[in-house]
């Protein structure tokens, strides 16, 4: 069952509060007598079952039963009265003396989803009121997924929402993520916007609300890619005045996925003497003898020689992964609190472990309540984490051991103490191991705190002021220590151990940060109902915050084998500042909403906000306007109240607009100014340093105006059998940045500022199904979610284009953005009697080519493949269609989550080494085994008769054996089960007896299984980032507990 | 307390520690922060500065290049007989310079003359005022820039606005007259700012005022000389070529004024009565009494353009790590201190023992600008020839050449072996094309293991006393009185006297010789290029021209040397084109502005 927000307890505290003058209502004030009847009735519940207790009041008067043991009642009422029935859990309902039949009224039980409460900007709505596109997900719905970073636990579970995680490194938290694909969203964590969000234990999340649309225009000039609201948790307990401590421990292994390796002695050189084959011009006339003899091959084969195994060299089969959280969460009469430490250690997949991270978190949350009306809420926490890197980074790890030959001797004279000299890189055993080549180290720590105040104002029922002041504290400290390192290739001569030296002298650097953040809020919040029908709700609240960053680095060489600056020399020493660490931006803001509902039934909601900010030029405010509608035809008495359509629980047809801002790439355009230093001229015989012109301000730049339309319907059918909603957006911004396309004489002698000219449209679909049963002691649940979402520019500032072609081929105009321009390719050639009859000129005139190779389509028709037969293939960047689906079941304490997710439309490229074997006569990578060669190792490629082999990818030996256009350009469509959970809670019954409130245990895998048309690489790793050379993705097994005492 | 109270004091406690939203970016520094403080002004002042279009060491006049660049070696020098441009580079296109258009500095010191008054409140005046005269000097040589490459340019004051309209903005062109005049008021003004005394590389008094004398000497010779070229071409009906004739008194006036502001505040130097060594030591003695104004180097190690490259790139190919030769003098500029004696008067070639005997018959200033064969540079003998002849000399015999120093002559009967043409070499790329070398700004105490590229620290004389007394002279004859030329007989007999050279009478003092004194003094410092422009000689003089150069060699059979003259290796032609008086406006400039029309006259 769905727990009702702790955050927003107030409201069920009125809520509770007008139940009980209701009822009170009823006790003091008895029947009197008028021109009345007595009349009788009988309450039950869908099953036939009477239900003792419920509430019988006449509309408009003071008159009330409550039912009997038999579910009867008896009251005095005339024709024409309307009687309200109402029973806690039980939706209300109203019906019409002499009119209705009262012999038997059912009354239906109150749908939990509807009844739901949600996290929604400074503040919270029922589900069922809601006007925005708001999805939340609850701790329980996230925790199936166990992951170190929050952003993949909640893949493929919010609809719209697009995670990509690019890779597994620990502390490298390596993703993007967005809303409906528009871009990086503000992130609010307890009503403060937070940059640690990947980093929280999820132990301590009570919820997490997406705002998808004009909900997020409470936040105004942030607003315009949606907001992640993040809820921690509050104290409570499961029984009055006790609290319960909680202990999670998490175990799990990593593998790599989707990583190749490089291939072996045999395989390279037999792909070696394959690249000299290919090689046209020095075969054409003779053969060229191979690169390696069949004396080589024997050597391997026999085991004279032994292949290196370069990945076997530094690569583990299994890291672990471990995460304890202890919490204590209790409640009081006058005080709650909610207690909570967390670690969490990944090791990296190396060897050595010398790639790793530990993370600490702590949280403090008390709420307490001061006077009758005061209240206050205390928040409080912490994240430590280190990341200890190697030297260099990772990817050289991966480009080094793709890259060394297998025929090459790991250690000199196969002597362990001697490491060899690894070509173009420190030996990938001394890179991976800090005790040789240094270290990487990065400590962050965050201290975020807040304190609320909370003031019921006596006399108006409903309004409360709150008082809202939070201060963030971040540092960032980087060490690192590149350490000389020596290794050695072996001299049989005279036996000796030539050293060479690399990354001399050694050095030490160091970098610090630190960022504050402080918010002020004061916010007036009015709720109240009248006449049973009018629901109001208002907020006016005023925020400022004060944001500021700082930083210096510096380094030295060192003599010395100490890794600390004192020890370094003051020759070459470096010591400076990132000048875009240091900034001071100060903020401040007025947000007003006012929700109303006339019975649930019709919703409007509106709000503004206005930004003023240190970043607009003085005077600029940025207002941000919304509007939401929503009409509940379920609430209609036409369906309410007709039995053939009593399947419907909820129907709510729902929209919004909004207008936004987003300040993001406002950096003082307006502003005129210097930076420094910059050149110099030399004066009395010393150089001085001279500054930098900015470019000429633009006083009326200012923000991007996004407009965001929503329209949606929420659908309930049949008590949780079928649930549905399909929402459709769109974005349009306006004001986005770029040069204006003006000529303007030099003599002007200043070129035009960046001016608000460009517009884009976002537009897209989210549909999610639910459905969820219970079929003897098994409950399930299924939840489907799709959304779709492309980028259009509709308006970009570009020159006028020479010719049509020119027009088709580059103007950005109505045209969707992240376009992949290519070949279309047929097909590899099977034979030579193929190339031959192949009329089109693939480059050179066909000359070069062999079975295997790809053709293309001529698209022009012009004979000749080239540039003009580019058209549009692909798309680039984040998946354009992304799917999920939770199933999860439960039988007497067993339960089962599955999660799949997936995307389609997404294409991928590679490069370097994942797309040319044997790049700069390197190794190549196993995979490239699966390649057109020739039958017999010595035939003459350019023999019409030689007998060919196929393969995946052309033969190797001319540059990249992937081909280009749709041959390069790959769809990396899949299907993922992103996370299996099996779990076991121990019966109440048992646990009773021990001692123990409760004890759950599970095992889960992540990255379990994926399906894609993708070979050898995983679909999700990225080909462009640092070459493809990225840390993998990582599969995970997990097992753990949870016990509560 | 009650709670509604402490709520009361919170809130109000809270809002007035309110923020202001005025915040400015740490990051940025803006005007109050430059305009403030003398260590902020000088921070601008040293980009004011440094974009000064100064014809060092680090310029180059074609192509996309300008200032500030790696090959100093394509000077103006190529152009006028000068010297010689390694290799490839020969005969060269001058028309189209590099579109130098420096309006951005042009709108810095605008925007600095317009805004420094607004801080001067906190500043000492007699500081404003200099830094205003520095701004006005600066934008004076910006404008000059200009005006000796286009004649008549926009004149922009005051920073315009961007958003202003394009008909605003699409300034003509002021006339040549209405520039120089322009010039002068500037550089007066800055006369009158300016203190007695700056620091090195920045403007004083008498800098402006050597610079106005410059200028101005430049105007009268445009109105004098200029008056009957191009005449009825569109760009000169309206005034954007040539100036009046009637102006030109007044010009000369002005230079001749200016100059004569700076009599007894520097002197020629003579510090060394080595009248050789004394003329070497001027162009790198710091302290010299002589400089004016000077671009500074110095060595930074995280800053390539705090340093240049001059004695890699010019340095015999013997006493160099890289390059060598890029740049050599060619015979005709060396003759015109007077002839070079390597023939006896029956027109044999005089045998010489050693090559370097034949330094001694040398005038100070020819042997103190170029190195000879022979001449002993970073602790060596320069060793260069064109050939050794291997049998008896007769003046059709033939000598055997190389094409690289590497090539050895091994004499059979002797045994002995010769390199052919010696360490330095003569010939194409790396080896002098004239049996001459660059001595002028030769930094000789720079040891051989240093001379690198981007490693060489000298500074550039952009202004030396020399050049006053040349412009002083030069403005004095053109004035005419006899008073006058009296005066310019002074100031160039000064100069022949430090330069160990018989001095004129007052018979002998023409304006040729005046003008020829010009180019001797001011060989290589990239002067001769816009004298003959401005002389509007340069068609006549530069038609179809080849230059000569020295060719050494030896006789092995005789154990000596003898040197030819000849045409220079390349026998390149020059012609000096008649659109050259001018170049073209930018190119994308009128495109982008029309009414920059008419374009400079056969353009």
């Known amino acids: 069952?769905?727990?009702?927000?702790?955050?927003?307890?107030?409201?069920?505290?009125?809520?509770?509060?007008?139940?009980?003058?209701?009822?009170?209502?009823?006790?003091?004030?008895?029947?009197?007598?008028?021109?009345?009847?007595?009349?009788?009735?009988?309450?039950?519940?869908?099953?036939?079952?009477?239900?003792?207790?419920?509430?019988?009041?006449?509309?408009?008067?003071?008159?009330?039963?409550?039912?009997?043991?038999?579910?009867?009642?008896?009251?005095?009422?005339?024709?024409?009265?309307?009687?309200?029935?109402?029973?806690?859990?039980?939706?209300?309902?109203?019906?019409?003396?002499?009119?209705?039949?009262?012999?038997?009224?059912?009354?239906?039980?109150?749908?939990?989803?509807?009844?739901?409460?949600?996290?929604?900007?400074?503040?919270?709505?029922?589900?069922?009121?809601?006007?925005?596109?708001?999805?939340?997900?609850?701790?329980?719905?996230?925790?199936?997924?166990?992951?170190?970073?929050?952003?993949?636990?909640?893949?493929?579970?919010?609809?719209?929402?697009?995670?990509?995680?690019?890779?597994?490194?620990?502390?490298?938290?390596?993703?993007?993520?967005?809303?409906?694909?528009?871009?990086?969203?503000?992130?609010?964590?307890?009503?403060?916007?937070?940059?640690?969000?990947?980093?929280?234990?999820?132990?301590?999340?009570?919820?997490?609300?997406?705002?998808?649309?004009?909900?997020?225009?409470?936040?105004?000039?942030?607003?315009?890619?949606?907001?992640?609201?993040?809820?921690?948790?509050?104290?409570?307990?499961?029984?009055?005045?006790?609290?319960?401590?909680?202990?999670?421990?998490?175990?799990?292994?990593?593998?790599?996925?989707?990583?190749?390796?490089?291939?072996?002695?045999?395989?390279?050189?037999?792909?070696?003497?394959?690249?000299?084959?290919?090689?046209?011009?020095?075969?054409?006339?003779?053969?060229?003898?191979?690169?390696?003899?069949?004396?080589?091959?024997?050597?391997?084969?026999?085991?004279?020689?032994?292949?290196?195994?370069?990945?076997?060299?530094?690569?583990?089969?299994?890291?672990?992964?471990?995460?304890?959280?202890?919490?204590?969460?209790?409640?009081?009469?006058?005080?709650?609190?909610?207690?909570?430490?967390?670690?969490?250690?990944?090791?990296?997949?190396?060897?050595?472990?010398?790639?790793?991270?530990?993370?600490?978190?702590?949280?403090?949350?008390?709420?307490?309540?001061?006077?009758?009306?005061?209240?206050?809420?205390?928040?409080?926490?912490?994240?430590?984490?280190?990341?200890?890197?190697?030297?260099?980074?990772?990817?050289?790890?991966?480009?080094?051991?793709?890259?060394?030959?297998?025929?090459?001797?790991?250690?000199?004279?196969?002597?362990?103490?001697?490491?060899?000299?690894?070509?173009?890189?420190?030996?990938?055993?001394?890179?991976?191991?800090?005790?040789?080549?240094?270290?990487?180290?990065?400590?962050?720590?965050?201290?975020?705190?807040?304190?609320?105040?909370?003031?019921?104002?006596?006399?108006?029922?409903?309004?409360?002021?709150?008082?809202?002041?939070?201060?963030?504290?971040?540092?960032?400290?980087?060490?690192?220590?590149?350490?000389?390192?020596?290794?050695?290739?072996?001299?049989?001569?005279?036996?000796?151990?030539?050293?060479?030296?690399?990354?001399?002298?050694?050095?030490?650097?160091?970098?610090?940060?630190?960022?504050?953040?402080?918010?002020?809020?004061?916010?007036?919040?009015?709720?109240?109902?009248?006449?049973?029908?009018?629901?109001?709700?208002?907020?006016?609240?005023?925020?400022?915050?004060?944001?500021?960053?700082?930083?210096?680095?510096?380094?030295?060489?060192?003599?010395?084998?100490?890794?600390?600056?004192?020890?370094?020399?003051?020759?070459?020493?470096?010591?400076?500042?990132?000048?875009?660490?240091?900034?001071?931006?100060?903020?401040?803001?007025?947000?007003?909403?006012?929700?109303?509902?006339?019975?649930?039934?019709?919703?409007?909601?509106?709000?503004?906000?206005?930004?003023?900010?240190?970043?607009?030029?003085?005077?600029?405010?940025?207002?941000?306007?919304?509007?939401?509608?929503?009409?509940?035809?379920?609430?209609?008495?036409?369906?309410?109240?007709?039995?053939?359509?009593?399947?419907?629980?909820?129907?709510?047809?729902?929209?919004?607009?909004?207008?936004?801002?987003?300040?993001?790439?406002?950096?003082?355009?307006?502003?005129?100014?210097?930076?420094?230093?910059?050149?110099?001229?030399?004066?009395?015989?010393?150089?001085?340093?001279?500054?930098?012109?900015?470019?000429?301000?633009?006083?009326?730049?200012?923000?991007?105006?996004?407009?965001?339309?929503?329209?949606?319907?929420?659908?309930?059918?049949?008590?949780?059998?079928?649930?549905?909603?399909?929402?459709?957006?769109?974005?349009?911004?306006?004001?986005?940045?770029?040069?204006?396309?003006?000529?303007?004489?030099?003599?002007?002698?200043?070129?035009?500022?960046?001016?608000?000219?460009?517009?884009?449209?976002?537009?897209?679909?989210?549909?999610?199904?639910?459905?969820?049963?219970?079929?003897?002691?098994?409950?399930?649940?299924?939840?489907?979610?799709?959304?779709?979402?492309?980028?259009?520019?509709?308006?970009?500032?570009?020159?006028?284009?020479?010719?049509?072609?020119?027009?088709?081929?580059?103007?950005?105009?109505?045209?969707?953005?992240?376009?992949?321009?290519?070949?279309?390719?047929?097909?590899?050639?099977?034979?030579?009697?193929?190339?031959?009859?192949?009329?089109?000129?693939?480059?050179?005139?066909?000359?070069?080519?062999?079975?295997?190779?790809?053709?293309?389509?001529?698209?022009?028709?012009?004979?000749?493949?080239?540039?003009?037969?580019?058209?549009?293939?692909?798309?680039?960047?984040?998946?354009?269609?992304?799917?999920?689906?939770?199933?999860?079941?439960?039988?007497?304490?067993?339960?089962?989550?599955?999660?799949?997710?997936?995307?389609?439309?997404?294409?991928?490229?590679?490069?370097?080494?994942?797309a040319e074997p044997l790049a700069w006569d390197r190794n190549a990578l196993a995979l490239f085994m699966d390649r057109w060669h020739t039958e017999d190792p010595d035939a003459d490629y350019f023999d019409p008769n030689t007998k060919w082999i196929s393969g995946t990818f052309a033969a190797v030996g001319n540059g990249s054996v992937r081909g280009s256009g749709t041959f390069a350009i790959q769809d990396a469509s899949y299907i993922r089960l992103k996370s299996a959970e099996l779990g076991y809670t121990i019966p109440k019954k048992i646990m009773n007896k021990t001692g123990l409130t409760s004890a759950r245990f599970y095992i889960n895998g992540y990255n379990l299984l994926t399906l894609t048309g993708l070979k050898y690489i995983d679909p999700e790793h990225p080909g462009d980032e640092l070459y493809g050379y990225i840390y993998p993705l990582v599969k995970t097994f997990n097992v753990g507990f949870n016990v509560t005492f | 307390m009650k709670i509604k109270n402490i709520f009361t004091i919170a809130v109000i406690g809270i809002f007035s520690a309110c923020d202001s939203l005025d915040v400015p970016p740490p990051s940025i520094i803006t005007d109050a922060e430059i305009f403030s403080s003398e260590s902020g002004v000088t921070a601008y002042m040293t980009s004011l500065y440094s974009e000064l279009p100064i014809e060092d060491f680090k310029y180059r006049r074609d192509g996309d290049k300008g200032f500030n660049v790696f090959e100093s070696f394509f000077g103006l020098g190529i152009n006028t007989g000068e010297y010689i441009q390694a290799d490839y580079v020969r005969n060269w296109d001058v028309s189209s310079g590099f579109g130098y258009w420096p309006y951005k500095s042009i709108r810095n010191a605008n925007y600095f003359i317009e805004n420094l008054p607004k801080y001067s409140d906190g500043l000492d005046s007699t500081m404003v005022k200099s830094w205003l005269g520095e701004a006005l000097f600066c934008r004076a040589y910006y404008y000059f820039g200009l005006v000796k490459r286009y004649g008549g340019v926009p004149i922009i004051k005051i920073p315009q606005d961007v958003h202003a309209s394009l008909s605003e903005l699409q300034v003509p062109r002021n006339k040549e007259e209405e520039v120089y005049d322009f010039i002068s008021e500037d550089l007066q003004m800055a006369i009158e700012y300016l203190p007695e005394t700056s620091a090195t590389g920045r403007a004083n008094k008498y800098v402006a005022a050597a610079l106005k004398s410059r200028a101005m000497l430049f105007a009268g010779s445009i109105a004098k000389y200029g008056a009957n070229s191009y005449t009825g071409t569109p760009a000169q009906v309206v005034g954007l070529v040539g100036i009046p004739l009637e102006r030109a008194n007044d010009y000369f006036q002005q230079s001749y004024d200016a100059a004569v502001l700076l009599e007894g505040k520097y002197h020629l130097y003579n510090t060394n009565t080595d009248k050789v060594q004394n003329y070497v030591d001027l162009f790198l003695d710091k302290a010299s009494t002589e400089n004016i104004f000077i671009k500074d180097y110095v060595y930074m190690d995280n800053v390539e353009d705090s340093r240049h490259s001059w004695d890699a790139l010019n340095s015999p190919r013997q006493m160099t790590n890289t390059y060598g030769s890029c740049m050599t003098p060619t015979l005709d500029i060396i003759e015109l201190f007077g002839e070079i004696k390597v023939n006896d008067d029956n027109g044999q070639p005089i045998r010489f023992d050693k090559r370097s005997d034949l330094l001694a018959t040398l005038a100070p200033r020819q042997r103190a600008i170029a190195f000879f064969p022979g001449e002993v540079f970073r602790g060596a003998e320069i060793d260069v020839q064109a050939g050794i002849y291997t049998t008896t000399y007769t003046a059709t015999a033939v000598p055997r050449t190389a094409t690289s120093t590497l090539q050895v002559y091994k004499d059979k009967t002797t045994g002995k072996e010769y390199r052919i043409m010696g360490l330095s070499g003569m010939g194409s790329s790396d080896y002098t094309r004239t049996g001459l070398f660059m001595r002028k700004y030769m930094n000789y105490k720079m040891p051989l293991t240093d001379v690198n590229l981007w490693k060489s620290t000298q500074h550039w004389i952009d202004l030396r006393y020399a050049e006053v007394l040349l412009n002083r002279a030069e403005a004095a004859y053109e004035l005419g009185t006899d008073e006058m030329k009296a005066d310019a007989l002074t100031q160039i007999n000064a100069i022949r006297e430090r330069g160990g050279d018989k001095l004129f009478t007052t018979n002998e003092l023409t304006i040729e010789e005046i003008r020829l004194e010009r180019r001797r003094e001011l060989a290589f410092e990239n002067q001769t290029w816009w004298d003959l422009r401005r002389w509007r000689i340069a068609d006549k003089e530069i038609y179809d021209h080849q230059y000569n150069a020295l060719y050494p060699y030896y006789l092995i059979k005789e154990g000596k040397y003898i040197f030819k003259k000849d045409l220079e290796f390349h026998k390149a032609r020059y012609t000096f084109g008649l659109q050259q008086y001018y170049e073209p406006i930018p190119g994308g400039e009128i495109g982008k502005n029309p009414n920059l029309l008419p374009n400079n006259p056969l353009y």
């Open chain 1, 1 to 914: 069952m769905k727990k009702q927000n702790n955050l927003f307890k107030w409201i069920s505290y009125i809520k509770r509060m007008s139940f009980i003058f209701l009822l009170s209502a009823v006790i003091l004030f008895p029947l009197s007598a008028q021109t009345k009847k007595n009349i009788t009735g009988m309450i039950l519940d869908v099953n036939g079952n009477s239900i003792i207790g419920a509430n019988v009041i006449v509309k408009g008067k003071k008159t009330g039963v409550i039912t009997g043991i038999d579910g009867k009642f008896i009251l005095e009422a005339v024709n024409g009265d309307r009687l309200i029935i109402s029973y806690i859990g039980f939706q209300n309902k109203e019906l019409i003396v002499g009119k209705d039949n009262l012999s038997k009224i059912v009354i239906v039980e109150k749908d939990e989803l509807l009844d739901e409460v949600v996290v929604v900007g400074y503040g919270s709505q029922k589900k069922a009121t809601l006007t925005g596109a708001v999805s939340a997900i609850t701790n329980k719905e996230m925790t199936t997924t166990k992951n170190e970073n929050i952003m993949n636990m909640m893949t493929g579970k919010v609809p719209g929402v697009r995670v990509v995680q690019k890779s597994a490194e620990p502390g490298s938290f390596n993703n993007t993520f967005d809303i409906r694909g528009l871009g990086n969203p503000l992130v609010i964590i307890d009503g403060v916007p937070r940059d640690n969000f990947t980093r929280m234990d999820p132990n301590e999340i009570e919820s997490i609300s997406v705002l998808k649309d004009a909900s997020a225009a409470v936040f105004g000039v942030k607003a315009a890619n949606g907001v992640v609201l993040i809820t921690t948790k509050k104290g409570n307990s499961s029984k009055k005045g006790k609290f319960d401590l909680t202990y999670s421990y998490n175990y799990g292994g990593q593998k790599a996925i989707g990583l190749p390796l490089g291939t072996d002695a045999i395989g390279y050189m037999t792909l070696m003497n394959e690249k000299r084959k290919r090689n046209f011009q020095n075969n054409y006339i003779t053969q060229q003898p191979p690169a390696f003899n069949n004396a080589d091959f024997e050597a391997f084969q026999s085991g004279e020689r032994i292949s290196s195994d370069w990945g076997d060299l530094v690569l583990s089969k299994f890291a672990p992964q471990t995460q304890h959280s202890l919490s204590m969460n209790g409640a009081g009469e006058n005080i709650s609190y909610f207690f909570n430490v967390g670690y969490l250690n990944q090791v990296g997949i190396f060897k050595t472990g010398d790639l790793n991270y530990n993370k600490w978190n702590y949280r403090a949350n008390i709420d307490a309540k001061i006077t009758k009306n005061l209240r206050t809420e205390l928040k409080v926490s912490g994240i430590m984490d280190t990341k200890n890197d190697i030297v260099g980074g990772s990817w050289n790890i991966f480009k080094s051991i793709w890259n060394q030959l297998p025929t090459d001797a790991i250690y000199a004279n196969q002597n362990p103490s001697y490491p060899g000299l690894a070509s173009g890189f420190i030996h990938p055993a001394l890179a991976i191991n800090a005790d040789e080549t240094g270290y990487n180290r990065t400590n962050q720590k965050w201290l975020q705190s807040s304190l609320a105040m909370i003031y019921d104002v006596p006399y108006i029922k409903g309004l409360y002021a709150k008082v809202l002041y939070s201060y963030d504290y971040k540092n960032s400290d980087n060490k690192q220590y590149s350490k000389a390192v020596s290794q050695y290739s072996y001299d049989p001569a005279d036996d000796t151990y030539d050293i060479s030296i690399l990354n001399s002298p050694s050095k030490v650097s160091r970098s610090y940060g630190t960022n504050t953040f402080s918010t002020m809020q004061l916010s007036l919040n009015y709720e109240n109902s009248f006449s049973d029908a009018h629901n109001f709700k208002g907020l006016l609240l005023f925020e400022e915050s004060v944001s500021e960053g700082d930083n210096f680095y510096a380094s030295r060489e060192l003599s010395l084998d100490i890794d600390q600056l004192y020890a370094g020399n003051d020759k070459n020493q470096i010591g400076n500042m990132n000048i875009d660490g240091l900034y001071k931006y100060v903020t401040k803001s007025i947000v007003g909403r006012v929700n109303y509902d006339y019975k649930s039934k019709y919703l409007v909601e509106a709000s503004f906000r206005y930004d003023g900010s240190s970043r607009f030029k003085a005077g600029q405010w940025a207002l941000a306007p919304a509007f939401s509608a929503g009409w509940r035809a379920s609430e209609e008495s036409f369906i309410k109240d007709n039995s053939s359509l009593s399947f419907i629980n909820n129907l709510k047809i729902r929209t919004s607009y909004g207008v936004v801002g987003d300040d993001n790439a406002l950096n003082y355009q307006f502003l005129t100014g210097y930076e420094y230093p910059y050149g110099g001229s030399v004066f009395d015989g010393t150089f001085v340093n001279g500054i930098k012109f900015k470019d000429v301000a633009n006083p009326d730049i200012t923000w991007f105006t996004s407009k965001t339309f929503d329209v949606g319907v929420d659908v309930d059918l049949w008590k949780g059998l079928l649930g549905f909603q399909l929402d459709f957006f769109q974005r349009n911004r306006s004001g986005l940045l770029t040069d204006r396309l003006r000529s303007l004489p030099g003599t002007l002698g200043a070129a035009l500022p960046q001016e608000n000219l460009n517009r884009d449209l976002t537009l897209g679909y989210e549909i999610v199904v639910t459905h969820k049963n219970k079929i003897g002691d098994v409950t399930y649940n299924f939840s489907g979610n799709m959304s779709i979402t492309r980028t259009m520019m509709k308006y970009i500032e570009q020159a006028k284009a020479g010719n049509s072609y020119e027009n088709w081929r580059n103007n950005q105009t109505d045209r969707y953005t992240n376009i992949w321009w290519g070949l279309t390719g047929i097909g590899q050639y099977q034979s030579y009697q193929e190339i031959y009859n192949n009329q089109v000129n693939n480059g050179g005139g066909n000359q070069n080519l062999i079975p295997g190779d790809y053709y293309y389509e001529d698209w022009n028709g012009d004979g000749v493949i080239d540039e003009w037969d580019k058209r549009p293939i692909a798309t680039k960047a984040t998946p354009t269609i992304n799917f999920g689906a939770t199933v999860g079941a439960e039988y007497k304490g067993i339960d089962l989550n599955l999660l799949f997710q997936g995307a389609t439309m997404v294409y991928v490229q590679y490069q370097e080494q994942l």
